[in-house]
């Protein structure tokens, strides 16, 4: 880590959130799979290319130079020639290696003149150099390439180094830059003849150390944190790059005397590895799964066993402070501990569990059993939803010093005895458990465990908040969201309005299923599968729509957001308000009064993907943004004020019945900022809409 956190904070500097698209960690520690801890560009390592313990933070990929692709991740990062982007990632190649080859690339192969893009390292006895190019045509001259040079340090020193490239859009060398750690190096500008387009065909894969063309790819090379912007970076914010060292998931403020913190992101085996300290454990009972809250996690369907066991570790005292987070979700009503550690014979110790009344209890207990602290929070845990779960204890004996958070808020207690003036240590031989219970086995948590993290102090309520917003191992934390305007919000885990009183109707087999956050609203393209609003939306001359859309089928003509004029006609000439359709595959929006008002194009969307959709609108003009990229801007239609009635999942006429699956909508009666709608984006999962 270094000194990055106290640099930031003296000097004011923010970590680089803004605009960044995808982050890969390469923490996996075995099979192929690639996971984007940000945005959804998950891929795959090549044949001979693997996870190595040897990361720059935790595990990297390591290749050993028999691959093309080393990393690949299909036709993604399609850039054109008049994007503005950064590239960032850690590399470390042999001492002494005159390794040639590439960092990342979206390049087409000889046979189609080299089009695309990418970065090329290089090495002699005294020049690190590297090659920054966009080409049209390769054999036509039509190409933008600038190179790099840098004497004082060379790439083949054995260490790990970061590289970062930013292109302003502008057509020219110029606009292309590079950076040695964070040492702007940018130099020659060899061709500066680009005219031409420079995507390349949707068959050519975005790489990460390698490329389509065979030659080049990255031989006996490590790479490590590896992350996209979708704007260029200022010096500051790649200096705060460079000075983070490696990506961690709490934000720094939060990291502060962590002493652990188990991603649970193991693929295989049934190590279960500290991602900060050196309490490394071991499945014991239940088995890693693939659908965490991020990424991979544990899970168990049975309680039987001790779920993951670290050993003699948190033995704390009755005098001790400290703190505990983890996410959990669970799949069965019957009492599952969460953490423990106590004594088989002696009862003493401590643990964190949801009892039989799906409530979250805390046991804190000496070896007399009625000298003890106990005390729950009276709220349901429900199956089938993650929670955030935190509980922290200052050391004072006495149930005041401990609190329980639920999603970050904490929870009022009620107590049933508190009365602990005895030591509540165990002995050496008992174990600490995560997800399951030390005392003997059973109770093994019933369900899902991931991102779990102990401090040796009492986190603040601003910092457990700080640790809810992030969301789910996303390392960096989102800002506050724009409240301001905001008139009706669906959470989608019932069918209220939670901001005003527009509460939905529902059809018989409209059902609430697993969603961008917790529940979202599936309509499932029948009859009797839609929503409407129990009163009349109102549009101004200026607003906002946002919601997070998963198309089920790309049939032809399904209706998203359809509506009708204030008197409640269901001819198709009242269609009136925002309309949301997707056409064989095509997403198509406008906002309409009586069936006035154009559509605007906003292209393919693919099954079974989330998509952020926002429409905005004022007196000159609209705009489509999906994921945060707008896909058209055109001239206003200048409808005015009026009121509509709100259906989803079909049009007004009852028929173009959507089959879809929609999550937190939001309307605002006022133009979002781009900073605004980048918030809500890359908030992502964890608290979408602040209080």
Not at 233 to 252: Q, R, V, W
Not at 500 to 517: A, E, M, N, Q, Y
């Amino acid at each position: 880590m270094g000194l990055f956190w106290g640099i930031l904070q003296q000097s004011g500097i923010s970590f680089p959130t803004s605009g960044l698209t995808s982050y890969w960690r390469f923490d996996s520690t075995g099979g192929t799979a690639v996971y984007d801890s940000v945005g959804s560009v998950n891929g795959t390592l090549d044949t001979n290319t693997s996870f190595n313990s040897n990361g720059k933070n935790n595990y990297c990929a390591y290749a050993n130079g028999t691959n093309n692709y080393n990393a690949y991740f299909g036709n993604k990062y399609n850039f054109e020639n008049t994007d503005t982007w950064t590239i960032s990632g850690w590399f470390k190649f042999p001492a002494g290696s005159t390794n040639i080859g590439t960092i990342m690339t979206k390049e087409s192969t000889s046979a189609s003149n080299y089009r695309g893009w990418g970065m090329l390292i290089y090495n002699t006895s005294t020049t690190l150099s590297i090659e920054m190019y966009l080409i049209n045509s390769y054999g036509g001259n039509n190409y933008a390439l600038r190179q790099g040079n840098y004497t004082g340090a060379k790439l083949n020193d054995g260490n790990w180094h970061m590289y970062t490239f930013t292109y302003d859009g502008s057509l020219n060398a110029s606009g292309l830059k590079c950076y040695f750690d964070n040492e702007d190096i940018s130099s020659t500008i060899s061709k500066d003849t680009l005219t031409g387009t420079i995507v390349s065909a949707s068959g050519v894969d975005f790489c990460i150390g390698g490329r389509e063309q065979s030659g080049r790819a990255l031989s006996n090379a490590y790479f490590d944190e590896c992350a996209i912007w979708n704007r260029v970076l200022s010096e500051d914010e790649i200096t705060a790059l460079y000075n983070s060292g490696s990506g961690l998931f709490y934000p720094e403020s939060v990291w502060e005397r962590l002493t652990s913190y188990w991603r649970i992101d193991e693929t295989s085996g049934t190590d279960i590895y500290d991602n900060k300290g050196s309490y490394d454990g071991a499945l014991n009972s239940g088995s890693i799964n693939a659908t965490g809250k991020h990424n991979t996690c544990f899970y168990s369907s049975t309680s039987a066993g001790y779920g993951m066991t670290f050993g003699d570790i948190y033995n704390y005292e009755r005098t001790n402070s400290f703190s505990f987070n983890c996410w959990i979700k669970r799949d069965s009503s019957t009492a599952s501990i969460i953490m423990s550690k106590q004594d088989t014979s002696s009862v003493a110790g401590y643990w964190l569990y949801v009892n039989g009344s799906n409530y979250l209890q805390v046991n804190m207990i000496s070896a007399a059993i009625a000298n003890r602290i106990d005390t729950y929070v009276a709220q349901t845990l429900s199956t089938g939803v993650w929670y955030m779960i935190t509980q922290t204890y200052n050391g004072n004996s006495n149930v005041s010093g401990l609190e329980l958070y639920i999603n970050g808020t904490k929870k009022t207690k009620t107590t049933t005895m508190n009365t602990l003036t005895a030591s509540m240590k165990t002995p050496s031989t008992v174990p600490w458990c995560l997800g399951g219970y030390s005392r003997g086995g059973g109770l093994t948590f019933r369900g899902y465990v991931d991102e779990s993290g102990m401090w040796n102090r009492v986190l603040s309520q601003d910092e457990v908040t700080e640790l809810y917003n992030s969301g789910s191992g996303l390392f960096y934390p989102e800002p506050a969201f724009p409240t301001s305007g905001l008139t009706t919000y669906y959470s989608m885990e019932d069918n209220t309005d939670s901001v005003g009183d527009l509460d939905l109707t529902t059809g018989s087999t409209v059902t609430f299923v697993t969603g961008k956050h917790n529940n979202a609203m599936d309509f499932d393209g029948t009859s009797t599968g839609w929503a409407s609003t129990n009163a009349m939306q109102s549009y101004g001359s200026a607003g906002t729509i946002s919601c997070w859309l998963k198309m089920n089928s790309s049939s032809a003509s399904e209706q998203v957001i359809n509506g009708g004029n204030s008197t409640g006609a269901t001819a198709l000439t009242d269609q009136s308000g925002i309309n949301i359709q997707v056409n064989s595959g095509t997403i198509y929006m406008a906002i309409r009064d009586n069936n006035v008002g154009s559509f605007i194009n906003g292209g393919s969307l693919t099954t079974g993907t989330w998509y952020h959709i926002v429409y905005t609108w004022n007196g000159t003009a609209r705009q489509l943004l999906i994921n945060n990229v707008s896909k058209s801007t055109t001239a206003a239609q200048n409808l005015g004020a009026f009121d509509a009635n709100m259906i989803y999942g079909k049009r007004l006429d009852n028929s173009q019945y959507g089959d879809c699956t929609v999550d937190e909508i939001g309307y605002w009666n006022r133009v979002l900022t781009a900073t605004e709608v980048r918030q809500i984006f890359n908030g992502q999962i964890g608290k979408f809409y602040d209080d």
